[in-house]
């Protein structure tokens, strides 16, 4: 495996991460043995950086980590979200920006975790209606405390980015980045390497579709988030399922997996770009870090472009896009 200097911190991340969501129920059942032998064979295998959230589950995902972190904390590099509470109404989302909910926030994710600090605390969403300099003014706080040793943004525009780190060092950006969504690259991508910041792609199979995962409306079982995403919906499903037979016909020729070219392409898009494919089983795990062996030529990245060219992808890459970069 091999391992990058992950931007201004200490840490030096494998090329690929393990995102955890997956492990608590967002695309169906999982597995909490399979679920934890998954993380120890990613340790096993050199991956030393995973995500997580203080929502995934409500605290599940957290409990199910420190059961596998048990004597191998030292070598893992923790990022955790603060996610966004849902109000308990129909009004949905209440903001999970303000001093008062990241401050419990952190301090549960660490008691949940079992550690005593975590390496990165990343706010999930900016509130456009909270100034984000109060946000991270109680993140650094935060870092003060000795309860986080980084603080990091998610779905940040450039602008917010700016604003932020005059409060405090930002030390990474994660955003919903793959083939079919590539909004990253309208300028969050060339703050965050202005700023020498880490890049989290989070999302990099599209939600299971560069996998294979859902070839028909049928594939999503009860309880599968990707059954209310706009990409999902019959109409737009059928049009994106045209873009992904050209893609998995090209996986072929390149002797590998839809999934694995997908990452292989995120992976080319420089050192600084960190996949953090999410997965709740070995087979899948496996089958993703061969990714990392698979080498594109400038000829591949431009057939890849031709397939799937910015905008190509049919619906909105969520339902809630005026809660993302903002």
């Known amino acids: 495996m091999e391992y990058v200097q992950f931007g201004t911190s200490e840490f030096k991340v494998s090329r690929m991460g393990l995102g955890c969501m997956s492990m608590s129920g967002v695309y169906g059942p999982a597995d909490d043995n399979e679920s934890i032998a998954t993380l120890h064979q990613a340790f096993d295998l050199g991956i030393n950086f ?9 605290g599940h995902n957290h409990e199910l980590i420190a059961k596998a972190l048990k004597g191998r904390r030292e070598r893992i590099v923790i990022h955790s979200k603060s996610g966004s509470p849902r109000a308990p109404d129909a009004s949905g989302m209440r903001s999970g920006s303000t001093p008062e909910y990241l401050t419990q926030n952190c301090e549960q994710s660490v008691k949940r975790l079992g550690i005593d600090c975590l390496d990165i605390f990343c706010m999930s969403r900016v509130d456009p209606n909270i100034p984000v300099e109060e946000s991270v003014g109680a993140m650094a706080q935060l870092v003060q405390r000795g309860l986080t040793r980084y603080v990091g943004l998610s779905e940040a525009s450039a602008m917010s980015i700016n604003r932020a ?8 950006l994660q955003m919903e980045y793959s083939l079919w969504s590539r909004d990253p690259e309208a300028g969050n991508i060339a703050a965050c390497r202005e700023f020498n910041m880490g890049f989290m792609a989070y999302s990099p199979l599209g939600r299971g579709f560069f996998a294979g995962a859902v070839h028909d409306v049928k594939d999503m079982t ?28 090209f996986a072929q020729e390149k002797t590998a997996t839809p999934a694995q070219l997908a990452l292989a392409w995120l992976l080319a898009q420089g050192n600084d770009i960190i996949p953090i494919p ?33 905008g190509a992808a049919a619906g909105p890459r969520t339902k809630d896009l005026h809660r993302v970069n903002v």
């Open 222 to 249: 009860d309880g599968d988030g990707r059954s209310n995403h706009p990409r999902f919906q019959p109409e737009n499903l059928a049009r994106n399922l045209k873009l992904l037979g050209q893609f998995e016909a």
């Open 50 to 58: 995973i995500d997580t959230s203080a929502s995934y589950g409500s």
């Open 165 to 172: 780190r005059k409060v405090h060092p930002i030390v990474s």
């Open 278 to 310: 999410s997965n709740k089983t070995r087979r899948h795990l496996e089958e993703n870090i061969r990714a990392t062996d698979i080498r594109l030529s400038k000829d591949d990245l431009a057939r890849l472009d031709q397939i799937f060219p910015p």
